[in-house]
């Protein structure tokens, strides 16, 4: 994987946009094949279905304010390139460690995973001789680790000469954010916010739930832009809420309800729900017993699974295809897209009924092998 | 829509007290409503056309029915007001070609519907054709209805999602699951608890939950209202029962047309006119169904997005009822019970399985095309709700009695509705397949044909409006002749409801009313 460079110029940030929606998309298969793990005839997980299908609604919102911030510093987005879908499981950074993120079905360690997705990481203040080194006069924690293969987030080449690792995503975020502002400061917004206003996707295209498209055309609007990202993601990192004056309620606090099986409600405080009880029903009957990270080798022994595993992947590649020509001026091409997403939640179900043949006790699941797909 | 599953054929004279509805004929009709939170609302279709400018004026135009006490402009703001209220998808242009009028460069919130695959391939083979109604000439449209219903947004309006305690924010758009009624599985359709939701956000607003009105009380003197009495229930199983009683300046009730009447006359109060109750109106609805020659992609979309709004106006309207046609998404499902009763059928009489069923099941449902007539209805002083001491519910409280029959001007119209389905059918290369049950609840004789006869739940009429206390019940404002501090809002109070699904335009005078209220207190 190609490394990132310190943000220096304009095409620094593009290439981090591209990370940055690449990052929003990589959580989309695993929540999503967590989600459709949940058989749907069992109203066991109706709750647990809601709360994971708003989060992944507010990843795809992220991803589509990611690709305006984009298109309006004049990049292009590209969903197609190879690489953009991981190969699962992959490896998020996690403050001090990295931590693997699979494709599984609904059960205690998919939540788990969740939170660690979602929890806010405040670094503290360097100490000394730790491996976190602070930069742009401490806006930014880097962190160095372990270099690991499958690992999502690209190495950063920081101008002293040090390679790090970002602290966390908020941070990577924070870089992007810093990187605007310096640059719309040098060369003035207008010079940085140069792309067409009409690649912009506005809100009337993008489907509803979970907040607004930001319509991006000035440094002012990319913040708010990121803030929403940020904000829906990890929160302010204190209270349940996105921020201080929202009825909203971020992730991490979204999926740890699941966790301690009771809903949140106004007023309440971290760890301590006080709303209505919520059911988490792990059983075989409520959840298809699906192989974490399927691979289109595990579905050998049946060609009919085979064949629509590897539909599935050119399907979704295809949709990807489409979401990219969205992202490139024709945002009305998001109406059929979304017709497609419920066609990706069929041919998943499809897959997740039926056993493999090769491995007893275990059915099938969307592998997510994109790169040999073709366009 | 919902359907009664208590309606039975009815001999001459008999009644069906089966359920909380009493039947008294000798029309039996499957018009149903909820009685919780939301109301019916929770289970409608959300169709949401507006009256035309002629239907205000009955009488005045056609000599038929009553007027309103105000004109299609009055309101017409109002209509506005309703559209966005609840959210409605649709196409002003459509709308215009109808004869609808809307104020200067207004839009609706959101964008109509798309229509069907079906909408169009009937479209397509439909659009121009001509037909005539007692010598006056049109020709057929197929446009979209528009729908209380989330769809694109027009810029600025957002639309409103699910109302739950789940975090669940889904219903910012339809998604199309063809199940409209019994529920939309998102909440992309509007039920009254969004608006509901927003009344009790505003911490003026007590909610008494378990508890049925069961009287009102008046001065005898002054006849205002002092106090409402209720009675409270433990379980819907249980027998125990509590009673309270709540007063305070201005009383509205706010039921449906059935109950506001049956309150008022189980309270003694039927108007000094004896209005009350009478004039009870509801959309007959006859269906027709056939088979096309192509597979339509029927069962995609909402319940309806699409139907003939030609034959809602014309000056056959001095003779017979106009109507409203709905193209139906969901098959034959509302005749026949398709698509169960196909799979049964194909299961049982022609011994498939496998891929044989599968495809035999999608060949047949994709093909099915049903027509819903929506015929118009005039009051008639002898349709009527009634209470009597023989019909009680558990709670001791009076049950509503229905006694009605479907007057000539609407059977005339249903008559022209089946001719011109076959018609239809015809220049469509369908195959008809209709048939109308004589033992069916709703089967009904006219000229020597019999139709089967549905109901719409478009309950109405039973506490006019007017001009004048001698031939109204309430006001123009909703306001009681009798009782000067009470109002009897809802479809109760229209004195016509021409080829409209009648929740529109209950709201929008609804809206008038709150005016009202609000300078009263």
Redesign the interface.
């Known amino acids: 994987m190609k490394n990132l460079k310190e943000i220096d110029s304009i095409e620094d940030i593009r290439e981090h946009l591209m990370i940055a929606m690449q990052l929003e998309h990589a959580t989309i298969p695993p929540y999503m094949t967590t989600l459709y793990s949940m058989n749907p005839e069992n109203d066991k997980n109706l709750d647990t279905r809601g709360v994971i299908r708003v989060i992944l609604r507010e990843e795809m919102l992220h991803l589509t304010n990611a690709a305006n911030i984009l298109n309006a510093i004049g990049g292009s987005p590209n969903l197609t390139v190879d690489g953009f879908v991981p190969l699962y499981p992959t490896y998020l950074p996690d403050g001090e460690e990295d931590f693997k993120v699979s494709l599984q079905g609904f059960s205690d360690d998919a939540i788990k995973t969740f939170l660690d997705i979602e929890r806010p990481k405040k670094p503290s203040e360097a100490p000394q001789g730790s491996r976190i080194k602070s930069f742009a006069n401490g806006r930014i924690s880097m962190i160095s680790r372990p270099n690991i293969e499958n690992r999502f987030l690209p190495l950063v080449e920081m101008k002293n000469g040090d390679v790090m690792h970002f602290y966390s995503i908020g941070e990577f975020y924070k870089a992007i954010e810093l990187g605007l502002e310096i640059l719309s400061e040098k060369n003035g917004d207008k010079n940085v916010f140069i792309g067409d206003e009409s690649r912009q996707v506005p809100d009337e295209s993008f489907w509803g739930g979970g907040g607004k498209v930001t319509k991006v055309i000035n440094l002012e609007s990319a913040k708010k832009a990121i803030k929403l990202i940020i904000d829906q993601g990890e929160g302010d990192g204190y209270t349940i809420y996105e921020d201080p004056n929202s009825e909203e309620i971020s992730h991490y606090y979204r999926f740890q309800q699941l966790k301690l099986g009771r809903y949140y409600q106004k007023n309440d405080v971290p760890g301590r729900p006080t709303g209505p009880e919520l059911t988490v029903d792990y059983s075989p009957e409520a959840v298809f017993p699906i192989k974490a990270n399927c691979r289109l080798a595990d579905c050998e022994g049946s060609e009919e699974l085979k064949e629509a595993a590897l539909d599935f992947n050119q399907f979704y590649k295809d949709f990807l295809v489409k979401l990219t020509t969205a992202y490139n001026g024709h945002p009305e091409f998001l109406e059929s897209a979304i017709g497609d997403m419920f066609k990706i939640r069929d041919k998943i179900g499809f897959l997740m009924r039926n056993p493999l043949p090769n491995h007893r006790g275990f059915n099938a699941a969307p592998t997510f092998e994109i790169n040999n797909c073709h366009t | 829509m919902p359907r009664s599953s208590d309606a039975r054929r009815l001999g001459l004279g008999q009644v069906n007290s089966d359920s909380y509805l009493v039947q008294n004929g000798p029309f039996e009709s499957d018009t149903t409503y909820a009685r919780v939170i939301g109301g019916t609302t929770n289970h409608w279709e959300a169709k949401t056309p507006r009256m035309l400018p002629e239907d205000f004026k009955m009488k005045t135009n056609f000599g038929k029915g009553i007027d309103w006490p105000f004109e299609y402009k009055d309101i017409l703001p109002y209509y506005g007001k309703a559209e966005y209220e609840l959210g409605v998808s649709g196409d002003v242009a459509s709308q215009e070609a109808i004869g609808v009028v809307f104020e200067e460069n207004y839009i609706y919130p959101m964008q109509e519907i798309p229509p069907s695959y079906l909408d169009k391939i009937v479209g397509g083979k439909l659009n121009g054709a001509p037909t005539a109604i007692r010598g006056e000439k049109f020709k057929l449209n197929v446009s979209t209805f528009p729908q209380a219903r989330?769809g694109?947004?027009?810029?600025g309006y957002?639309?409103i999602?699910a109302v739950n305690?789940?975090?669940?924010?889904?219903g910012?758009?339809c998604?199309g699951n063809t199940n409209c009624v019994p529920i939309c599985p998102v909440q992309a359709k509007y039920d009254a608890r969004k608006t509901l939701v927003k009344a009790l956000l505003t911490g003026h607003v007590d909610l008494l939950t378990q508890a049925v009105a069961s009287k009102v009380c008046t001065d005898p003197l002054t006849q205002r209202v002092t106090k409402i009495e209720y009675k409270t229930y433990d379980s819907i199983q249980g027998s125990a029962f509590g009673s309270g009683s709540v007063s305070g300046k201005v009383f509205i009730l706010a039921a449906n047309a059935i109950e506001n009447a049956r309150l008022m006359l189980a309270s003694n109060l039927p108007a000094d006119n004896d209005y009350m109750g009478r004039h009870l109106m509801d959309h007959p609805y006859l269906l027709a169904w056939g088979l096309l020659t192509e597979n339509a992609g029927v069962m995609r979309g909402t319940s309806c997005t699409s139907g003939i709004s030609t034959l809602r106006r014309g000056k056959f309207r001095n003779n017979q009822a106009a109507f409203a046609i709905d193209i139906h998404n969901d098959g034959w499902g509302w005749a026949t019970g398709s698509p169960y009763s196909d799979l049964l059928d194909l299961v049982n009489n022609k011994n498939k399985f496998g891929t044989a069923l599968k495809s035999g099941l999608i060949n047949q449902v994709s093909r099915q095309l049903l027509l819903a007539n929506m015929v118009e209805m005039l009051p008639e002083f002898g349709n009527r709700v009634t209470v009597n001491p023989n019909y009680k519910d558990r709670l001791g409280n009076f049950r509503p009695i229905l006694s009605w029959s479907i007057p000539e001007y609407s059977l005339e119209g249903i008559a022209y509705a089946r001719q011109l389905s076959k018609q239809i059918f015809q220049r469509l290369g369908a195959e008809d397949f209709t048939t109308y049950d004589p033992l069916n609840y709703g089967y009904t004789s006219f000229n020597g044909n019999g139709y089967e006869i549905r109901g719409g739940n478009h309950l109405s009429g039973t506490h006019l409006m007017g001009e004048c206390r001698l031939t109204s019940v309430v006001n123009s404002k909703q306001r009681s002749w009798m009782h000067d501090n009470l109002y009897l809002v809802g479809p109760g109070s229209m004195p016509s409801i021409g080829t409209s699904n009648t929740t529109l335009t209950m709201a929008a005078v609804t809206f008038m009313t709150a005016e009202d209220i609000l300078k009263v207190i």
Do not use: A, I, W
Not at chain 2, 165 to 170: I, L
């Open positions: 989330n694109v947004p027009n810029k957002k639309p999602g305690t789940h975090q669940d924010n889904s910012e758009r998604q």
